[in-house]
């Protein structure tokens, strides 16, 4: 018997599998400036919320499709690559945690880094709530990107 904590944790991780695969598929096909949100927005609900950290040139509060769009442009603007590596999901209900492993370019310096992110997201009702990714050293991306 499949209880409710255990369905809800396979909607999320279905959720968050789909996002990845969409999120590949809009990457391939140019990301921001060339491909539409909309092979993303069907992952995310219209008052989604993602909270950046501060100190990172995307950092803030993104709110809505548009402040998706606009936060993935303002990652595209920073990052001349940023490759998802291996991804570890922990789905519980309504909160997923995904640790992942990044290899980027910084567009300003060239410079390579490889790091950890650590997101939380709430999935509710089949789509995306919140995002709230934790970054292991936000200085050494700064770094990175300063010239």
Request: charged residues 20%; aromatic residues 10%.
């Given at each position: 018997?499949?209880?409710e904590?255990?369905?809800?944790?396979?909607?999320?991780?279905?959720?968050?599998?789909?996002?990845?695969?969409?999120?590949?598929?809009?990457?391939?096909?140019?990301?921001?400036?060339?491909?539409?949100?909309?092979?993303?927005?069907?992952?995310?609900?219209?008052?989604?919320?993602?909270?950046?950290?501060?100190?990172?040139?995307?950092?803030?509060?993104?709110?809505?499709?548009?402040?998706?769009?606009?936060?993935?442009?303002?990652?595209?603007?920073?990052?001349?690559s940023?490759?998802?590596?291996?991804?570890?999901?922990?789905?519980?209900?309504?909160?997923?945690?995904?640790?992942?492993?990044?290899?980027?370019?910084?567009?300003?310096?060239?410079?390579?880094?490889?790091?950890?992110?650590?997101?939380?997201?709430?999935?509710?009702?089949?789509?995306i709530?919140?995002?709230?990714?934790?970054?292991?050293?936000?200085?050494?991306?700064?770094?990175?990107?300063?010239?």
């Amino acid at each position: 018997m499949t209880t409710e904590h255990e369905t809800s944790a396979h909607d999320s991780l279905s959720v968050l599998t789909g996002m990845y695969e969409a999120e590949s598929r809009y990457l391939a096909a140019g990301g921001p400036g060339s491909a539409s949100f909309d092979l993303l927005a069907p992952f995310f609900a219209p008052d989604v919320v993602m909270h950046q950290a501060r100190a990172l040139p995307y950092g803030g509060t993104w709110r809505g499709h548009d402040g998706m769009a606009r936060f993935l442009r303002a990652m595209a603007e920073a990052w001349e690559s940023f490759e998802i590596g291996e991804q570890d999901f922990l789905a519980t209900g309504e909160t997923a945690v995904i640790h992942t492993q990044v290899r980027a370019r910084a567009r300003a310096t060239g410079r390579e880094l490889a790091f950890p992110v650590l997101q939380t997201i709430t999935v509710r009702e089949g789509r995306i709530t919140e995002v709230r990714p934790f970054y292991w050293d936000t200085a050494a991306i700064v770094a990175a990107m300063t010239p």
